[in-house]
């Protein structure tokens, strides 16, 4: 499995908020992407401290696992656990300092062993699955737009530029508790973590034709952020590919 991410501020903030971390085993392959908000300090401050806390967690988790008898719900409840101990990281760590306070951001992340991919997410940052040159929007957005199109009160196209797309329901760090969703993917070609930097800017067509276009997954990143930029740069850009094809 090849995993490769990039991160870049964008062309109208004055600091990146975003962050993301990978880590890969002969055993499995994990990636982790947040969004930080709370002000230039508190947001890049909290998404930090979340992925390192949820990467941490999965790393100890993992090493004690028997990849050969573990179960689904097995990885669905470490991944969950992991999320909530960030949770608490970024809680904490607000209570240390007044420029922290109120601080929070997005995660989501996939561990993937073999052909299966095992997601975890809290916020509107996105994982995108692509199987046979289709692609599909695995995660749910925890936002007040994305609550109006459950409700139909809104369409999906009206989403797309709602003057409230920005309010987060359920966020990292900002309660002492939080909730998050699981996933299962049981085959994919390619895996795309991203911020709302991206996924704002660039349409599930335009991701999908960048992924599959043959080129190598660097490339294909540097791609998806100017493209990002193209579109005004308005926010941070963070993307994480996974590749089962270039394994």
């Given at each position: ?23 890969i ?92 991919a095992?997601?975890v ?57 939080t ?42 990143l ?26």
């Amino acid at each position: 499995m090849v995993c490769t991410g990039i991160s870049d501020i964008g062309l109208k903030r004055k600091s990146n908020q975003d962050c993301f971390r990978i880590h890969i085993t002969k055993r499995y392959t994990a990636a982790v992407v947040c969004d930080g908000m709370g002000g230039a300090k508190g947001g890049s401050t909290a998404s930090r401290t979340a992925a390192s806390a949820f990467m941490k967690s999965v790393k100890s988790s993992f090493a004690q696992l028997d990849l050969d008898r573990v179960t689904t719900g097995d990885i669905d409840r470490i991944l969950a656990n992991s999320l909530n101990l960030a949770n608490t990281a970024v809680y904490e760590k607000a209570g240390t300092s007044d420029s922290y306070e109120g601080m929070g951001t997005t995660l989501v992340a996939a561990v993937c062993i073999g052909a299966k991919a095992y997601i975890v997410n809290t916020g509107d940052s996105r994982l995108y699955s692509v199987k046979d040159e289709q692609i599909t929007q695995i995660t749910k957005d925890h936002s007040f737009v994305q609550y109006l199109v459950d409700s139909g009160a809104i369409t999906e196209n009206e989403a797309a530029d709602h003057p409230q797309k920005n309010i987060i329901l359920k966020v990292v760090g900002v309660s002492e508790s939080t909730e998050c969703d699981v996933f299962n993917v049981s085959d994919f070609d390619y895996l795309l973590l991203c911020t709302d930097g991206l996924s704002n800017a660039v349409s599930k067509e335009e991701m999908l034709n960048v992924l599959t276009d043959g080129l190598d997954d660097g490339t294909k990143l540097n791609i998806l952020k100017e493209l990002a930029n193209e579109r005004g740069g308005t926010d941070n850009i963070t993307a994480v590919i996974f590749d089962r094809k270039g394994q």
